[in-house]
């Protein structure tokens, strides 16, 4: 408690919550803290400091706006200025320079310091990006982290005398841009390594379906070799080609829009600097609740946050730190994160709580193809040594005799010892969402192969089968022929 005892009376201060960073993290911290600023009596002083000059932004929505579904500037929810008619000191351009924990201040660009109480860090990532690209100062060449990036990328590709794009990254980031382009009639190229699409969220044979579908149906073409980009070339200022790979397997391909959209390091300069601890995949660790602590120190820090893309989650199959680096683990994040703020001011340990092990439940629509994935795939059990079994099955999602009836490809992977779902990933172009978070919780709660198989479901032809496609990809992974 802040006290001024001044001549004998005691007057409590507002607690000072100061926020680094204004994306997804940031500002959902921020939204939960305003939903609950009436559980303190004394009142709470909310600060957010970002470099952007907009207020809530939508990133997830951005590669939508730019295949044109909608204007980029839809994807603002909220301006600065709702946020500073709520009393937030909301600050838009502008850089944080520093933050010392022996002072409790932020340091920003100008020179001002701003003390906190409670200090939460939400620096986002960046992309990795070739020297190469790094090095050039030419017009064309752009990540996309966020709206400004957007802006940039629909302006290039809208110039009318753009024709070739050139994508560097087959995440889903990567592919959504990728699609972009190539529906905007541009020729696209997509540069990443082997052997398939999406490998953190993918099995190669099921990335292989989705290659095959942006292939086909929206002429994308795939490099997928260990090469990167050694030269940018241009004229007149703006990017006409990119170099990948050197001496004789060099090859120069045209691109009038390069997109760098790989490798998402998290930004833990600020936090680092600071002597806050990161850990072994590059992002700031943190206990369960969300507190840092010091480089090699034992206890974690009590008034200081960190959430969001810079932070490390815990697997919840590996038990290894990793990056979730998703839109849905950051709002868990946040609420703990508001959650263990009120809890700590009000000194009420029921309003604690804590952050569940991660399973990255993922889904994105890829040009008409959803693409969906939970848990780990078959390599990253394996790097953690753990042994599995898998089940692999197609199958429509409603009654065959049914118009318009689509197929759905479902891959399930079970720990060998107790054959309990570790992962699921699947393809098709309806009922993926649903399906991710259903095998999510069926993950938890540690269902077996056999107990899958024997699951009761709901039933109505216009809707689904008698005879799911979960059910056959159970009985494939433990040697049982479905029935058909
Ligand atoms: C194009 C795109 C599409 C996506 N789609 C999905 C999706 O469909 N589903 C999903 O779950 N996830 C999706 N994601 C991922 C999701 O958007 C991110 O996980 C989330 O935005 C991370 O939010 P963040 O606040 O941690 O980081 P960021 O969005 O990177 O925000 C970091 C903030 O910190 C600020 N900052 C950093 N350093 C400083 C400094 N020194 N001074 C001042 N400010 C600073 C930045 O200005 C920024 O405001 C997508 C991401 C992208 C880029």
Not at 22 to 37: C, D, S, W
Not at 395 to 415: D, S
Not at 443 to 462: F, H, K, L, Q, V
Request: aromatic fraction near 6%; include cysteine; proline fraction near 4%.
């Amino acid at each position: 408690m802040n006290e001024n005892r001044n001549k004998g009376v005691v007057i409590k201060m507002a607690k000072k919550v100061v926020i680094v960073g204004g994306g997804i993290a940031g500002i959902y911290v921020l939204r939960n803290l305003l939903a609950r600023r009436d559980a303190v009596a004394e009142g709470l002083d909310l600060t957010l400091i970002k470099r952007e000059r907009s207020g809530w932004v939508s990133t997830c929505g951005l590669p939508f706006a730019l295949r044109g579904w909608y204007e980029i500037k839809r994807t603002e929810i909220n301006e600065p200025k709702f946020f500073l008619d709520q009393g937030v000191d909301f600050r838009t351009e502008t850089e944080v320079t520093k933050l010392s924990l022996e002072d409790k201040t932020v340091t920003l660009g100008t020179g001002e310091e701003l003390r906190y109480d409670y200090l939460v860090i939400a620096t986002g990532r960046t992309p990795s990006v070739p020297d190469a690209v790094a090095e050039s100062e030419l017009e064309g060449v752009y990540t996309f982290n966020n709206e400004i990036d957007a802006e940039k990328i629909e302006a290039a590709m809208g110039t009318g005398d753009a024709k070739n794009a050139f994508v560097r990254g087959r995440g889903i980031i990567g592919l959504q841009a990728a699609v972009a382009f190539a529906t905007r009639g541009l020729n696209t190229t997509v540069l990443g390594g082997p052997p398939s699409l999406l490998p953190s969220s993918l099995d190669p044979d099921m990335g292989d379906m989705v290659k095959k579908w942006l292939e086909e149906r929206h002429g994308i073409r795939f490099i997928l070799e260990r090469k990167e980009i050694t030269a940018v070339k241009g004229e007149g200022g703006r990017v006409k080609s990119v170099v990948i790979g050197e001496g004789t397997a060099a090859k120069e391909l045209p691109a009038d829009v390069v997109v760098i959209a790989r490798g998402m390091k998290p930004n833990t300069k600020l936090a680092a600097d600071a002597g806050i601890e990161t850990g072994e995949r590059g992002g700031i660790v943190t206990d369960s609740a969300m507190h840092v602590k010091k480089k090699g120190g034992r206890s974690y820090l009590r008034d200081v946050f960190s959430l969001g893309d810079c932070t490390e989650v815990i697997d919840a199959i590996t038990h290894r730190p990793r990056l979730s680096q998703l839109a849905s683990t950051v709002v868990v994040q946040a609420k703990v994160v508001a959650d263990n703020i009120l809890s700590d001011i009000n000194a009420n340990p029921s309003l604690y709580s804590i952050c569940e092990p991660c399973l990255s439940p993922t889904v994105a629509e890829i040009g008409g193809l959803l693409v969906g994935s939970v848990g780990v795939t078959s390599e990253t059990a394996a790097r953690a040594g753990i042994k599995t079994m898998s089940g692999v099955a197609t199958k429509l999602v409603k009654a065959r005799y049914f118009p318009g009836a689509k197929p759905l490809t479902l891959k399930l992977l079970f720990e060998a010892y107790t054959h309990k779902l570790i992962g699921a990933q699947m393809v098709g172009e309806s009922t993926v969402a649903e399906r991710v978070n259903e095998l999510e919780l069926a993950i938890r709660a540690g269902m077996t192969a056999e107990e899958m198989r024997n699951t009761e479901r709901c039933y109505d032809p216009s809707l689904s089968l008698l005879i799911d496609v979960t059910i056959d990809a159970a009985e494939k992974a433990i040697g049982i022929t479905p029935v058909y």
